[in-house]
């Protein structure tokens, strides 16, 4: 069955750096857009950044551009966020999703709180 499943979240300090990695199966991973997601307490799910089928440049929120990184590989079937600076409003529950046409799939989030 089609799998996504986050890890790299933790606790890190103001300034900090942390890398998330989400490992894809049951599905044709080079086919699908891949993404991450986030939703802080209390607010909506938001779009943080997004990578084409071909790993061509990313696109981000203007909140994360220059701090995070998007990417992917597709051998391995999985998607990465580097993400450095990381500010306490970066803190929230990060999602990876597969989409392909009107089909998408997540995963069950993985939390990253930034915190002194």
């Known amino acids: 069955q089609v799998q996504l499943v986050e890890s790299g979240g933790g606790l890190v300090e103001p300034g900090g750096s942390l890398r998330l990695s989400c490992a894809a199966s049951?599905?044709?991973?080079?086919?699908?857009?891949m993404s991450w997601h986030r939703q802080a307490p209390g607010k909506e799910r938001e779009s943080v950044a997004s990578i084409s089928t071909l790993s061509y440049a990313g696109n981000y929120a203007d909140s994360v551009k220059g701090r995070f990184t998007i990417s992917r590989d597709n051998a391995k079937n999985s998607q990465y966020l580097q993400m450095n600076s990381l500010k306490p409003e970066d803190t929230a529950v990060y999602y990876c999703k597969a989409t392909r046409g009107s089909i998408s799939y997540w995963g069950q989030g993985t939390q990253v709180t930034v915190s002194s």
């Open positions: 049951g599905f044709t991973f080079s086919s699908y857009v």
